[in-house]
């Protein structure tokens, strides 16, 4: 009875080996050693002997989640029928899915290979710096504020330590620095973007004033020859104030509200100093063609006589502005023997350029000096003439342009309602405009 079976397995053992192909295109768990196909086979053979080559030269096992593997019978009428359990196979090829070179490496990690179109460099191996570790489409974590992904282990976490909640965008951090939910401000006008503390401030700084919440956009200006450092302090549209020292049309120095206090008390050569740095920083921060450097220039001492009359009640003729801006010259010239910087260097440029315009100011001042203390004269005779002696007794000349036919005289504050009125009567008799400083 036993005989044909011991013979017909001694011819199944003498046989050659049934050839296949393995077909893991549609298997997750590719085998990475021989050993390791050895074991997929092991687990394979039991099923794949029972079944039948001919029926067909495929035949598919599917093993849950890790996948389907498929068997190709590469000569199917040359196989024993049926198989048995010690039939031998060989192997001839394997078909595995295309090469994920870009794998994630949270999926590796529980045995899939899944293309990883992200980087997560938290993933990357110390090991081998080259390759930067990946991120597949549904392990991906991106944080707002910038297109960076990472795996879920890898989002960064904010300096406090908590999980970061979004990437500041602002001047500091440049979509690099990640922070969570209570180190963002929200953008004051876009709610979707935030950006951390620093950034906030430096992007909208608080208004300098108390209690406004105005976004300080201008910086006060105010610098000082000896310490070429702008004071900095932010300020909003409405509260910067505008020290119009290059006339009323064009853009005068920006102020805080400290430095623009303190110019009252502010000596004259203060006050020109501050003028010249201010004027020196424009020219330098507009360096570049010719053109630009030329249209940066000290202000004409007439404005600057006007200049130091409003801002400290100070009436200097202009024989006295030109010799503040002569002495700041010398000072200038004799402390920077030697080691000469770029400002002194720029300052003592522009008030080289200067000094013509002051000379001729210095000239028509005098003329008009004659013409206008005639006129003077008129107004006094003219008050005294109407019982006016304590006006007359205070009035000061002060500058008269002969363009305008301005006759621009000082009255106390005491006596100035007094002055005005009456003032087209007195201008009438005298035969030109009087204008009464602040003063
Ligand atoms: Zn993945
Ligand atoms: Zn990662
Ligand atoms: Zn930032
Ligand atoms: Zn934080
Ligand atoms: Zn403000
Ligand atoms: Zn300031």
New binding site residues.
């Given amino acids: 009875m036993n005989q044909p079976t011991t013979a017909a397995t001694w011819a199944l053992r003498s046989a050659p080996a049934v050839p296949v192909t393995l077909d893991l295109r549609d298997f997750r768990r590719v085998p990475r050693s021989p050993d390791e196909y050895a074991a997929l086979w092991q687990r394979l053979e039991p099923s794949v002997v029972r079944v039948n080559p001919t029926a067909g030269p495929r035949v598919r096992f599917d093993l849950g989640d890790e996948g389907r593997v498929a068997v190709w019978f590469l000569a199917p009428a040359s196989a024993p029928r049926p198989l048995a359990p010690d039939t031998r196979f060989a192997i001839r090829g394997v078909l595995e899915p295309p090469e994920v070179r870009q794998a994630c490496t949270t999926c590796r990690a529980a045995g899939a290979t899944v293309y990883a179109p992200y980087r997560c460099y938290g993933c990357s191996d110390p090991a081998d710096a080259q390759r930067a570790g990946r991120v597949c489409e549904t392990h991906a974590v991106f944080l707002d504020g910038a297109l960076h992904a990472s795996c879920e282990r890898h989002v960064p976490a904010c300096r406090c330590g908590t999980r970061a909640a979004a990437w500041?965008?602002?001047?500091?951090?440049?979509g690099r620095?990640a922070?969570c939910g209570a180190h963002l401000r929200p953008h004051p006008g876009d709610p979707t973007v935030a950006?951390?503390?620093?950034?906030?401030a430096?992007r909208f700084p608080a208004c300098e004033r108390d209690r406004c919440r105005g976004t300080g956009y201008i910086r006060c200006e105010h610098l000082t020859l000896s310490a070429m450092k702008a004071c900095g302090r932010r300020v909003c549209v409405e509260h910067a104030q505008r020290w119009q020292v290059y006339g009323p049309f064009s853009r005068g120095l920006v102020l805080c509200s400290r430095h623009h206090g303190q110019l009252g008390s502010t000596p004259p050569e203060g006050l020109i100093d501050i003028v010249l740095a201010g004027t020196v920083a424009r020219a330098g921060g507009r360096r570049g063609t010719a053109a630009s450097e030329r249209r940066v220039q000290l202000p004409r001492i007439t404005i600057v006589r006007h200049i130091l009359i409003n801002t400290r009640r100070s009436v200097l003729d202009m024989e006295e502005i030109d010799r503040l801006f002569t002495g700041l010259e010398q000072r200038l010239r004799d402390k920077g023997q030697g080691r000469r910087d770029a400002n002194v260097t720029t300052a003592l440029r522009l008030l080289g350029e200067h000094r013509p315009s002051r000379r001729k100011d210095v000239e028509r001042f005098r003329e008009q000096h004659v013409e206008g203390r005639g006129y003077f004269d008129l107004l006094v005779q003219e008050l005294r003439r109407t019982n006016r002696h304590e006006l007359a007794g205070a009035v000061e000349f002060s500058d008269f342009r002969s363009n305008s036919r301005i006759l621009w005289v000082k009255v106390p504050a005491r006596l100035r309602e007094a002055g005005l009125r009456d003032i087209k009567h007195l201008q009438r008799r005298v035969g030109v405009n009087i204008n009464l400083e602040r003063g």
């Fill in positions: 500041c965008a602002g001047p500091l951090c440049r620095k922070w950006y951390c503390e620093d950034c906030h430096e």
